[in-house]
């Protein structure tokens, strides 16, 4: 086994619409002003950028990520990653009921040398770490939603 390699995935149940939730998500250069975690994204190109993590643990982590497949239509959104990160990500976001289930799903192999140097014996704070962070995502999409499309304008 590869202890640098990692699987996520989180279902969240909102109560929104689910293209308010695609509209969001779709932008990640606002994610700084909602999502305390994401520290800075910088865009690049019309579908690069670079993007800066850090939850609780004192590491950030640095990306460039690619959009690979931006649907509105299915409302998915995937991007590969490089950088102390390499592999993807990719945003579910379809109807339940009078809400929507929104699924995230990430695989990627850790490049940062601390945390390969430190994979198994701090894997279960790596993983801490990454639920924390997106528990605040969580939150954070939360406000953002019930701020209304004024939330989703730029901060």
């Given at each position: ?9 989180s ?6 619409e ?21 520290r ?44 102390d ?71």
């Amino acid at each position: 086994m590869d202890w640098s390699q990692y699987r996520f995935r989180s279902a969240w149940r909102l109560d929104a619409e689910p293209d308010a939730v695609y509209r969001v998500l779709e932008r990640p250069d606002h994610y700084p002003a909602w999502w305390p975690q994401v520290r800075e994204v910088r865009q690049t190109g019309d579908t690069t950028g670079t993007l800066r993590f850090r939850s609780v643990l004192p590491y950030d982590l640095v990306v460039r990520a690619e959009s690979v497949r931006h649907d509105p239509r299915s409302r998915v959104l995937e991007a590969a990653m490089t950088g102390d990160l390499e592999g993807w990500f990719r945003w579910t976001v379809r109807p339940s009921g009078n809400g929507t289930h929104l699924l995230y799903e990430q695989e990627v192999v850790v490049r940062k040398p601390l945390m390969r140097l430190l994979a198994v014996p701090c894997r279960p704070f790596f993983l801490a770490n990454h639920a924390l962070m997106m528990r605040g995502g969580r939150r954070g999409l939360l406000a953002r939603l019930a701020a209304g499309p004024a939330g989703s304008q730029v901060v």
